[in-house]
Structures are given as C-alpha cells and as structure tokens.
C-alpha cells in the first residue's frame, strides 16, 4: 500500500529577515525586552497582536527530526485530566485505541487537512494575531489557514455548517479575551495521539497577555457527544518578537511512503 505523507519542518527558524518593532520596549543592548508590561490599544484593551508560538515544555526532552523540545499538551490533551480511564465514551475510545494501532496514519495532518483548534496552539508553527476593537483575526502559518472572531456583540449562528475551525465570538472580562467556538466539524484531532471529539464540541479559550513576551491560554473542551466531562489545560505561548509568518504550502513537500 503506498500512501501520501507530508513532510514538516518548523519554520520558527526561517522568518523573513529581522525587521526590528519600533513598538516593542527595548533594553539597554536594543534586544525586545520581553518582561516589560504588556502593551495596551488606544481603547486600553491589553493588546495581544504579535507573532506567537507555544512554549516548549519545561520538563521536556529533545525529540523528533529537529530534536526540538516540544509543547506540553502537542501529543495529548488529557495528559493532565483525573481518571483518564473513565474520561472517553465507548465510541470516542474505541476509535482512539484503533488510530493508535494504525500507527496514526489517519491524521488528517498528514492528508494536508487542517489542525484544527485547539490543536493548532500546540504546532510549532507560529501564528499572528491581528487585533482590532471588533474583531480579532489569527492567521495561522500552518496550513495558511486564517480565523475570525468576532466582538462586536453578534451571536452564534442557529444551525451552522460545519466547519474545520468553527464559528468564533468574544468578549473581554478584565483584561482576558474569551473566545467561545462552535460548529465544528468532526474531522480533526485534538491532539497528535488522535484523541477524537463529536460535532458537539464547544471550545473556550481565554487569552491572557502577562508580559510583551509571555500569553497563557487557558482551553476548555466541552464535547458532551465524546467525553464525560470537559478537559482543561493551559498552553502558555511566547512571542517571536523579530518574527514573521511565511508561505507553508503543505501539499508541496508530500512524499510517497510505502507500507
């Protein structure tokens, strides 16, 4: 059987070449000064436009192609949950144990099919969040996907289509934006081992910018259809401060690979 796999590399390291912020903070060596409050739009929102990328996991260790430490929650998203055993329904778990024996060739990752939120967080891939008072874009350089949410107090659509990224609406409380999506598709996974979720998922983020260099985003995933009871975690992100996204093409570096 011969299938069609793509091939990833992380493009962290190939930016455009380094265009210096004039609005970030400086230290006394022209360096960003990433422990500096974070900044705030001329409506005195926290704002949290930047190039961004999940922070590796502090007790991680090198692994893969590029011997990168990779994000805490990259290949599983109920690492941390209480009673795993009894978190999945029947169904969601009989579907995970089969990705698992086909050696995770199902990924849709590997078909050039989107992440998915919140999977994508935890690639290393960055992304850009472009802030305005009524609505926050991300663009995402894997998959060259881009995502809307909307604060300009409108509601959910009744009986939306079903979507790989979902529908997106915010609101801030305090300085924390919470982005509640719905209408998603039941074609993603959660996270690299294929844990699955129904088209039932509500998913709610909370973007807290602590420092110009330092987000926590805090994710609950709501899936009655495939779990007991929501899975939460937090997927601190850093800012690439000389950082810019770049063209990723998935399709372009597919090899054949024969089993």
């Not at 922070?55 to 893969?64: A, N, Q, S």
């Not at 086909?102 to 590997?110: A, D, K, R, T, V």
Request: glycine share 8%.
């Amino acid at each position: 059987m011969t299938l069609a796999v793509a091939t990833y590399v992380s493009a962290v390291g190939a930016q455009w070449p380094s265009a210096p912020s004039p609005r970030l903070p400086r230290n006394v060596d022209g360096t960003a000064n990433l422990t500096a409050r974070a900044p705030r739009t001329a409506d005195n929102r926290v704002d949290l436009s930047g190039v961004w990328a999940p922070l590796p996991d502090p007790g991680g260790k090198p692994g893969g192609i590029e011997g990168i430490v990779a994000p805490r929650y990259l290949q599983d998203v109920t690492r941390d949950a209480p009673d795993r055993a009894t978190l999945m329904l029947p169904w969601a778990d009989a579907l995970y144990k089969a990705r698992a024996a086909s050696e995770f060739l199902g990924n849709p990752q590997i078909r050039c099919l989107p992440a998915g939120v919140p999977r994508i967080y935890a690639l290393t891939q960055p992304y850009k969040i472009v802030q305005t008072p009524d609505l926050v874009i991300m663009l995402y350089e894997n998959g060259t996907l881009y995502r809307q949410i909307f604060l300009d107090g409108r509601r959910h659509p009744a009986n939306p289509q079903p979507a790989w990224l979902g529908y997106s609406i915010g609101r801030w409380e305090g300085d924390t934006l919470v982005v509640e999506t719905v209408g998603f598709n039941d074609q993603t996974w959660l996270d690299g081992t294929g844990h699955p979720h129904s088209d039932r998922m509500r998913l709610t983020e909370r973007f807290a910018r602590r420092t110009v260099g330092r987000m926590d985003l805090e994710i609950t995933i709501d899936d009655p259809g495939a779990y007991t009871r929501p899975i939460r975690y937090l997927q601190p992100q850093e800012l690439l401060p000389e950082g810019e996204l770049i063209e990723y093409v998935c399709s372009e570096n597919v090899k054949p690979l024969r089993r």
